[in-house]
């Protein structure tokens, strides 16, 4: 499940998967053994039985044996970590009641504006060009713009945490990346240690949850890991169905955006977690006749879940009974959020550029390959040229800059590092800032 085969055309490889029924052995990563859940109700069942499926890493046998390595790239995503994902019972009430309860303090009013706000500042950018690629340029950026503002972080930490972040997920030197993400998040502790301010880390930390900095690193990770990559992906994927997909093209082209139906869509077929959920049996259990051992990986493929043959019409009604949110006690606790950033994200793109059509045939675009995302290596498109707006007309002649997601009084600074994707945009976006 690794290799740019399986990124391909991992339905495929799902096909294959059934023959062996509801659950079948999978390698994730080279030497790295799990079982793989692709029934729908089959991956409800574990999702819903914490008494027996435990979501604690700890209990991995192959890892702790050395039968994995430390340094195997699907460790970092895999590995425990003290926050809400990865703990159960009490422990992991207590950790998510830190994410939910600051996570309820976010307007989705003032959500809205930050991703308006930041969709307007990309698109600028692009609109004079007649071409882009929305994902180096779009999806990937504005989720970045719009977790600067949430949690009070500087563009600089924001570009590295991204960066990290994306390392893991595709399992590239994931070691390394793994140890600039935690560097990094220990950078902005500090920082809202020093200066708490009215965002997302420093209500967590003030939250009667009293999170250690440890805690702290952790609980950013699981709040970054869905609100980049799997964001990321949400929104290109979107993108890239309503801009192929007969089926949207007349609702397109007569000013209606079906992007809610979009989106239901590209969760239900292509959610941009794919395969994730590891839960690990507290003791051996068969299950629909196969043994599943204590501390052995079992890995919920959500696509192949909600694509599973055996679907009746009726578990379908009302087009949200997908898993891409997962189910359970470790239902994802960002949901609306996430999918008001992708609706908006959407419908600013589609109503700045209405002309936007892809520039390859959509059977060329390429997947990045690893186990866990579905993610596309890019989204190439043109359009005519479109004038900026108003609002970065006015930010040019110096009567209003565009609002950067920087501290209160200070531009954006220079990266610590470049990153390989969004570093050009991010050029551009300080140029603009600074009136070069």
């Given at each position: ?11 495929a490889l799902y ?180 200066r708490p301010g ?96 204590a501390g052995d ?140």
């Open positions: 499940m690794y290799g740019p085969e399986f990124a391909a055309d991992p339905g096909g294959k998967l059934r023959a062996h029924g509801n659950t079948a052995p999978v390698e994730l990563a080279p030497g790295v053994r799990a079982t793989l859940v692709t029934g729908y109700e089959a991956a409800l069942h574990v999702l819903r039985s914490p008494e027996t499926f435990s979501k604690d890493p700890r209990r991995w046998r192959d890892l702790a044996d050395g039968t994995v390595a430390p340094d195997s790239p699907v460790v970092p995503m895999m590995m425990y970590r003290p926050n809400a994902l990865f703990t159960d019972g009490e422990e992991h009430r207590r950790l998510r009641g830190a994410i939910t309860d600051s996570l309820a303090r976010v307007e989705p009013n003032t959500l809205r504006g930050y991703v308006e706000r930041s969709a307007d500042t990309l698109i600028d950018l692009i609109a004079p060009r007649g071409e882009a690629d929305l994902l180096g340029e779009y999806a990937q950026v504005l989720p970045l713009l719009v977790f600067n503002r949430l949690f009070g972080c500087p563009p600089d930490l924001g570009e590295r945490l991204v960066e990290g972040m994306s390392g893991i997920f595709d399992g590239v030197d994931a070691e390394k990346a793994n140890e600039l993400l935690t560097v990094t998040l220990l950078d902005l502790i500090a920082l809202k240690r020093a009215q965002d997302m880390t420093s209500w967590m930390m003030a939250h009667p949850a009293a999170l250690t900095d440890e805690e702290m690193i952790h609980e950013l990770v699981v709040l970054m890991g869905a609100g980049t990559e799997p964001q990321q992906n949400l929104i290109s994927n979107g993108l890239r169905l309503l801009l192929s997909d007969d089926r949207f093209a007349g609702s397109l082209g007569g000013g209606s955006l079906p992007v809610e139906d979009a989106l239901d869509e590209v969760l239900w077929t292509d959610p941009p977690m794919a395969n994730y959920a590891v839960h690990y049996p507290i003791r051996d259990v068969v299950y629909e006749g196969t043994l599943l051992r990986p079992v890995v919920i493929s959500l696509a192949a879940a909600n694509t599973d043959p055996a679907l009746t019409n009726d578990q379908r009604a009302g087009n949200r009974a997908h898993l891409a949110w997962s189910a359970g006690p470790h239902n994802c606790p960002a949901q609306s959020p996430a999918r008001l950033i992708a609706a908006v994200a959407v419908e600013k793109l589609l109503d700045r550029l209405p002309d936007v059509e892809l520039a390859v045939p959509v059977g060329e675009l390429e997947w990045r390959p690893g186990p866990f995302h579905r993610a596309l290596a890019s989204l190439p498109v043109r359009f005519p040229v479109a004038p900026v707006s108003g609002e970065a007309v006015a930010g040019r002649e110096g009567v209003r800059r565009p609002a950067l997601p920087a501290p209160a009084g200070s531009p954006p600074e220079a990266p610590a590092a470049e990153t390989a994707r969004a570093t050009g945009t991010w050029a551009r976006l300080r140029a603009w800032w600074r009136g070069e």
